[in-house]
């Protein structure tokens, strides 16, 4: 099926290993079917590990054709890979080069390749690998594949229908995973509270 990603950018207070608090902004991308479910998606995704306030400063589509995931330990930054797929018109001879973007977990720009050409062992047309580079991603929310038939299945998250309960201009009260969320959207950008069920206060980010 095929995949809509979009990048989402959060931003807050992060204790860096000095112990001090920096204000950071961190890219994710998320699957999803518009901006609206992006949005709920990326909220209900980081809701467990960030505890206080997070914003969800920008959201937009990112266009890449294809995920080259890894699950070595070592593997884990994203690089974005440009190519150009490579055809021959049979009347006229001509060379025809289709460009196209795909997304390699790897541990650097040379294991990046490396797992580039695996992933695309498969293809039948020829292909140049015109750039490669490392983005600022640090994870990606795929849709779960069925555990029945091993298939992908969207699925509405959810925290989707309590979120779009929430306009602009408005703020609200969710549960996402077990945790009180309050979404508020009185700002420019979306500010997401998080705090647990025993303790009403306003946590520290971790």
Partial sequence: MEQNWFECSIRYEKTMENGMLKKVTEKYLVDALSFTEAEARIIEEITPFISGEFTVANIKRANYS???????????????????????????GVEKKTPTQVLVQAADLRDAVKKLDEGMKGTMADYEIAA?????????????????????????????????????????????????VIVDKTGKNTVVITYSYDNNEKQSPN
């Fill in 66 to 92: 294809e995920l080259f995931p890894c699950d070595e330990e070592v593997a884990d930054r994203w690089f974005k890979c440009k190519l150009a797929f490579i055809t021959l018109d049979e009347k006229t």
């Fill in 132 to 180: 490669v580079a490392e983005t600022p991603v640090v994870d990606v929310y795929p849709y779960a594949a069925d555990e029945e038939g091993g298939h992908e299945e969207r699925r509405e998250p959810t925290a989707t229908e309590l979120l779009a309960a929430c306009r602009d201009g408005e703020k609200t009260e969710v549960v996402v995973r077990g945790q009180n």
